[in-house]
């Protein structure tokens, strides 16, 4: 299992000008590693809706990457958007899922067949261009570079070890560097200088 910190260095180092649309446990080891927060969209309090979000901003922006930060739990949430984003074809659009097998953000309780699913056959199935899954931060750090130089859609599975949020959600604090979604929208847009 690959530690979330460690993971969103490396990946950092490949996202070049990329937009980066995160969610859920995603959010805090991203935005505590990022150093293009104009282009970061965190997509809080919508569970399983960051992968659409981020296919919005695939087929609005052709010429851009776009890469969203997932999670197992998520994914479950919304599994027909596998099907909807591989039938628009972005080829511009990396979905990574970060895989600890169950829900973190609310105390760690198992996702539904943690155990018995496949994200990536799912993803392929669905008719990604490409699907990859990774357990090993040094193999990841090696083949990041060539995944992210794919036509896409392109789906990566990555086995992470559980950052599980036991503290109740109205006296969290929120992590360095997340904004709240309208105001990395509004940011997004004069980066893009879009209206």
Same mark, same amino acid.
């Given at each position: 299992?690959?530690?979330?910190?460690?993971?969103?260095?490396?990946?950092?180092?490949?996202? $070049?000008?990329?937009?980066?649309?995160?969610?859920?446990?995603?959010?805090?080891?991203?935005?505590?590693?990022?150093?293009?927060?104009?282009?970061?969209?965190?997509?809080?309090?919508?569970?399983?809706?960051?992968?659409?979000?981020?296919?919005?901003?695939?087929?609005?922006?052709? $010429?851009?990457?776009?890469?969203?930060? !997932?999670?197992?739990?998520?994914?479950?949430?919304?599994?027909?958007?596998?099907?909807?984003?591989?039938?628009?074809?972005?080829? $511009?659009?990396?979905?990574?899922?970060?895989?600890?097998?169950?829900?973190?953000?609310?105390?760690?309780?198992?996702?539904?067949?943690? !155990?018995?699913?496949?994200?990536?056959?799912?993803?392929?199935?669905?008719?990604?261009?490409?699907?990859?899954?990774? !357990? $090993?931060?040094?193999?990841?750090?090696?083949?990041?570079?060539?995944?992210?130089?794919?036509?896409?859609?392109?789906?990566?599975?990555?086995?992470?070890?559980?950052?599980?949020?036991?503290?109740?959600?109205?006296?969290?604090?929120?992590?360095?560097?997340?904004?709240?979604?309208?105001?990395?929208?509004? !940011?997004?847009?004069?980066?893009?200088?879009?209206?």
């Amino acid at each position: 299992m690959i530690n979330q910190y460690a993971l969103m260095e490396v990946l950092q180092k490949y996202r $070049n000008d990329s937009v980066v649309v995160s969610t859920m446990s995603g959010n805090t080891a991203w935005f505590q590693t990022s150093h293009l927060p104009a282009r970061d969209v965190p997509v809080g309090g919508a569970m399983g809706k960051a992968s659409s979000f981020a296919l919005g901003i695939a087929l609005a922006q052709p $010429n851009i990457k776009v890469l969203v930060i !997932d999670g197992d739990g998520s994914l479950e949430m919304n599994l027909g958007s596998l099907v909807t984003i591989a039938g628009e074809r972005p080829e $511009n659009l990396y979905h990574f899922v970060l895989e600890n097998g169950m829900y973190a953000v609310t105390g760690g309780q198992p996702i539904p067949g943690a !155990d018995l699913v496949s994200f990536t056959d799912m993803s392929k199935a669905a008719g990604y261009a490409a699907a990859y899954e990774f !357990d $090993n931060l040094e193999d990841f750090a090696v083949q990041v570079e060539g995944v992210l130089s794919q036509k896409g859609p392109v789906f990566v599975a990555i086995k992470t070890e559980p950052e599980i949020q036991s503290e109740p959600i109205g006296r969290r604090v929120r992590p360095a560097g997340v904004r709240s979604t309208t105001t990395a929208i509004h !940011d997004l847009r004069e980066s893009l200088g879009t209206q």
